[in-house]
């Protein structure tokens, strides 16, 4: 059954639902009778299409098709055939350069890599169902990660990098359907332990008897406090074989600066005198 949404301005819109798929469009009226009327059009014709009375062709666009009982005098809009293989190349061509760090775009073309393995590269958007994503997160799970296998955490990040580039097929009008995520059941997350020094995660490991597998988790969350810190740093400074490894840690360890940010760090943001940093 289609319904009527209003936006700020007071405008009208239809929803509905056709063919497993959901679909928004504006009416392009403030008049409640005139949406009203549209919206009882939409009811009758997709009863029509559905009992074989009106038939709608494959290449229409679906909305503008049922508001029109049919009658289109132009030629329907073609339907999205974007596929979830096409997706990330045309994202890439279309953006501006340089308006993404480099590792944003690595990390998202390996997200997309997965989906296009998993899901198939020719799989069009326009057809990509809720039970699909969730068979996708299914297999993931069951796929071998750094340590065990693929976590929920990462799961949901390749899910919300495909939900962004999806939203953004939509502003450029490549896509009508909304991203179907809604409800998708993601495997159990496991809560990371709070940092911890070294003595702390000694002493957890010992009174637990934890193998080294089971203490990985642990030291991955090591506090280190300032000798210590201290101690790493001199370590770095005298054994490192490239000369900007030193001062690389130096900065991390002191201001919590990124590795991404200490990379492209330039001359001109570090100011000696003046003791400050960009």
């Known amino acids: 059954m289609a319904s009527l949404q209003r936006d700020p301005s007071g405008t009208y819109h239809i929803c509905f639902r056709y063919g497993g798929l959901r679909f928004k469009r ?7 009778r005139k949406a009203s009327a549209a919206s009882v059009r939409v009811d009758e014709n997709i009863r029509l299409a559905e009992s074989g009375r009106l038939v709608i062709p494959d290449d229409a666009d679906i909305p503008a098709f049922l508001l029109s009982d049919g009658k289109l005098s132009t030629q329907p809009k073609k339907l999205s055939t974007i596929t979830i293989g096409e997706l990330f190349a045309v994202y890439r061509e279309r953006i501006p ?4 760090e480099a590792t944003t775009l690595k990390s998202a073309g390996v997200h997309m890599r997965h989906f296009v393995r998993l899901i198939g590269p020719k799989k069009s958007l326009r057809t990509l169902t809720n039970s699909e994503l969730q068979e996708y997160i299914t ?4 796929e071998k990660g750094k340590r065990g296998n693929v976590s929920g955490t990462t799961i949901r990040k390749e899910l919300a990098t495909l939900g962004s580039l999806w939203n953004w097929a939509i502003s450029q009008e490549l ?12 495997p159990k997350r496991h809560e990371k332990p709070p940092f911890q020094t070294w003595q702390q995660i ?7 008897g934890l193998t080294t597998e ?28 490239y000369s900007f490894l030193y001062p690389m840690s130096l900065l991390a360890a002191h201001t919590g600066m990124r590795r991404s940010e200490l990379c492209r760090s330039r001359v001109t943001d570090i100011d000696l005198q003046a003791g400050t940093i960009l």
């Not at 350069?97 to 993404?100: N, P, V, Y």
């Not at 297999?139 to 069951?142: M, V």
């Not at 000694?202 to 637990?208: H, P, V």
């Open 26 to 32: 504006s009416l392009k009226t403030t008049d409640q």
């Open 97 to 100: 350069a340089g308006a993404l």
């Open 139 to 142: 297999k993931r799970s069951t």
């Open 175 to 186: 896509l009508e359907k909304p991203f179907p995520r809604r409800g998708l059941v993601f």
């Open 202 to 208: 000694e002493y957890q490991i010992k009174r637990g």
């Open 214 to 241: 089971q203490a990985d988790p642990l030291w991955d969350c090591l506090y280190l406090n300032t000798e210590e810190l201290d101690e790493l740093l001199k370590h770095i400074e005298e054994k490192s074989g």
